[in-house]
């Protein structure tokens, strides 16, 4: 009876313990994703702030833009603003839409 109760300590210890290395392993992973998916964030979220930038200041210098140009720009910047981008693309499109279209 001793010696079946110490083999079913053991077993269940060892049982919880392969149970606990499972969820750190998975914790593990779910961290490192998390970790990348915001690094992909911020990559993404430079890539569309130089775009914007680069673009709008073209415009700006050239004193017009047309309707698809102004259009292509819109739809970087919405999904730049949704990430959290910063003013100064904000600042960069109040000066694009001011331009005449043409």
Known sequence: MIYGSIITAIVTGGFFSFLQ???KRHDDEKNHVDERESLLEEALLAILHDKIYTAGQKFIKRGKISAEDLSNLDHLYE???A???NSTCEKIMERVNELPIG
Do not use: D, R, S
């Open 21 to 23: 290395f499972l969820i």
């Open 79 to 81: 999904p730049y603003k």
């Open 83 to 85: 990430l959290g981008g």
